[in-house]
């Protein structure tokens, strides 16, 4: 099944944060954090990158939260960022205004402020994947949707069919999407394309690569072969393999 949006919540006030988390899941989306401190954020979302950061932009700590969402976009220039404020004064505005938000919610809020900011920034998400992209914050996105990826090509979204992918291979923090008639290099690490592309039809076979299980030609003991190629596989992957195989 296709991955929930996942949600970091950057906060200091855990009651809020508690809360917020409580609405987030009860909307039907993954809460993939509460962290109190802006430079802790930082660290979080080196290994575990989330679809949208709801940051408070009063943060105790060496960072607030604009600074915070600043240094996120050095490593992650497509990230959606949502900030969380009780102070709206003109030059916090302005400060935020650089980042290039996808919404404020002013404190106190109520759910509905909540539930209407992250549907406009998953519907604004969307709407990216199907224009040009001219070195604007999605400049290097790769987007999953029910049966196909919107792939970064040139200075495009390519629509790449998932029945059409063969396999995926590690590079590093790069990966490069083999399809029946293109690879595609990403800015994107293995891990989170494991994370969010529907379980269905992939799997990751080895630590370095994610197979279209329905483009399986053979199956040996430490490897498959997919359109000729030979795809290690990890020591004991082979009977979960198999029983994927089952449910496809």
């Known amino acids: 099944m296709i991955q929930p949006i996942q949600i970091l919540i950057v906060e200091d006030e855990m009651i809020i944060a508690a809360n917020i988390s409580l609405q987030l899941t009860e909307m039907g989306y993954e809460v993939s954090g509460i962290i109190p401190r802006g430079e802790d954020a930082l660290n979080h979302i080196k290994n575990n990158l989330p679809d949208i950061v709801l940051i408070d932009i009063q943060l105790k700590g060496e960072l607030d939260g604009i600074e915070a969402a600043q240094k996120m976009q050095e490593f992650h220039n497509n990230l959606a960022i949502i900030y969380l404020t009780a102070n709206a004064d003109e030059a916090n505005f302005n400060r935020a205004k650089s980042t290039h938000p996808y919404a404020f919610i002013s404190k106190p809020f109520k759910r509905l402020d909540l539930q209407r900011s992250i549907e406009l920034t998953i519907n604004r998400l969307k709407c990216n994947i199907t224009t040009p992209i001219n070195g604007s914050k999605t400049e290097n996105s790769t987007f999953v949707l029910k049966e196909c990826l919107f792939i970064r090509h040139q200075e495009t979204m390519v629509k790449v069919d998932i029945e059409a992918i063969r396999y995926i291979e590690a590079d590093r923090n790069y990966c490069r999407v083999f399809s029946t008639d293109k690879e595609y290099?990403?800015?994107?690490?293995?891990?989170?394309?494991?994370?969010?592309?529907?379980?269905?039809h992939f799997f990751r076979i080895h630590r370095s690569?994610?197979?279209?299980?329905?483009?399986?030609?053979?199956?040996a003991g430490t490897h498959v072969v997919i359109a000729k190629k030979a795809i290690p596989m990890s020591k004991g992957m082979r009977p979960e393999l198999l029983k994927r195989l089952q449910t496809i």
């Open 209 to 219: 690569y994610i197979i279209n299980l329905s483009r399986i030609d053979e199956i």
């Open 185 to 200: 290099l990403l800015v994107t690490t293995l891990k989170d394309m494991d994370r969010k592309l529907p379980q269905r």
